[in-house]
């Protein structure tokens, strides 16, 4: 008789087991939970969209005081959890869009694009791409068919883009293809805020010990999401400061936030990815944000400590910049 118990075929740990039935089991993540309409806790509503077979978003819309005319910054937001967890659907991600959306008055997109290892690299990047494109399309033509909270609530003149961890690499790597590549309307990006990247490289920067430099957990994570990256850990799209890597000056935005904890693997990548566009004779105004005491996602993960209202206060204020 044969046997139905399933076996693992693949597992990377501590995050997904795959079985012989094609059944995925991530061990770690916040579950879902659903959209709310006026949110108890901070008035915000959201809903979710289908953009293409391929990619959805949650949408977020604070409480408004003039519901027909209000016009408000748009935040295309790209979620981390290393490419293979976490959702925009995800208590945690929920909760943090809401906090912030309720602050800064803005009208966000949180992508809820493919993940390994059904779906390795570009994948998550072809996904936020064609979604920051869906938002720009929304400037011109038609409004038929076409969400109505940009259409109604959307300055086209204020689009943010921003992530935290892996949704920081998507965020410079989506700010970057739109220094080179048009969007619709010929919308361009304000501003692009990028928090605790996941960056790496071959070579250790700042405090980064030699030690297993290449076989930790950042190394594998990318090797594993992206193996046919060309140069590895090397490439440009996790290793912006790789010999041959486009310009820093690139960057398609006018203003850039980027925020690093000080107990964060990624602290001294992201100081130095500070450094290097302010270097890089790129035309826009660059800020440096450094949390004392703050260790990955922790702004996300216990949004109720001091530091964490701080960086979200300190986000808000960067996207209601007019």
């Known amino acids: 008789m044969a046997s139905n118990t399933k076996e693992v075929v693949t597992e990377f740990l501590p995050f997904f087991r795959v079985y012989t039935d094609g059944t995925v089991e991530r061990l770690v993540g ?4 659903p959209p709310t309409l006026d949110d108890p806790g901070t008035g915000v509503s959201s809903k979710d969209i289908s953009i293409s077979p391929d990619v959805s978003a949650r949408l977020f819309l604070p409480k408004l005081t003039d519901s027909h005319h209000e016009k408000l910054p748009i935040l295309v937001y790209f979620h981390g959890g290393g490419f293979l967890v976490e959702s925009a659907f995800s208590f945690l991600h929920h909760r943090y869009i809401n906090l912030l959306v309720s602050q800064a008055k803005v009208l966000a997109v949180s ?3 493919r993940s390994a290892p059904e779906h390795l690299l570009p994948a998550a990047y072809e996904d936020s791409w064609a979604t920051l494109k869906w938002v720009s399309s929304h400037k011109c033509g038609e409004n038929i068919g076409k969400e109505q909270w940009l259409v109604n609530h959307g300055d086209f003149d204020r689009i943010f883009i921003g992530g935290d961890a892996t949704g920081a690499n998507i965020a410079h790597n989506i700010t970057m293809r739109a220094g080179v590549e048009r969007l619709h309307g010929d919308v361009k990006v ?15 920067i700042g405090s980064e010990s030699s030690t297993g430099h290449q076989q930790n957990m950042i190394c594998r ?16 799209m996790i290793n912006p400061f790789a010999p041959g890597a486009p310009s820093l000056s690139g960057l398609g935005c006018s203003r850039l936030l980027v925020c690093v904890g000080d107990k964060d693997i990624s602290k001294d990548r992201g100081i130095h990815y500070y450094d290097r566009v302010r270097e890089s ?28 209202k701080n960086m979200i206060k300190r986000l808000a204020s960067f996207l209601h910049l007019n």
């Not at 916040?30 to 939970?33: E, H, L, T």
């Not at 805020?193 to 790496?200: E, V």
């Not at 450094?290 to 216990?302: A, K, L, P, Q, T």
């Open 30 to 33: 916040s579950p879902y939970v």
């Open 111 to 113: 992508v809820e694009f």
């Open 190 to 204: 304000l501003g692009t805020f990028i928090s605790l990247p996941f960056f790496w490289g071959s070579k250790p």
């Open 281 to 308: 004779g790129w035309g826009g105004e660059v800020e440096l944000y450094e949390v004392e005491g703050g260790d990955h996602g922790f702004h996300i993960r216990n949004p109720e400590t001091e530091i964490a």
């Open 221 to 236: 994570v990318w090797k594993f999401v992206y193996p046919s990256a060309l140069d590895g850990i090397d490439n440009p």
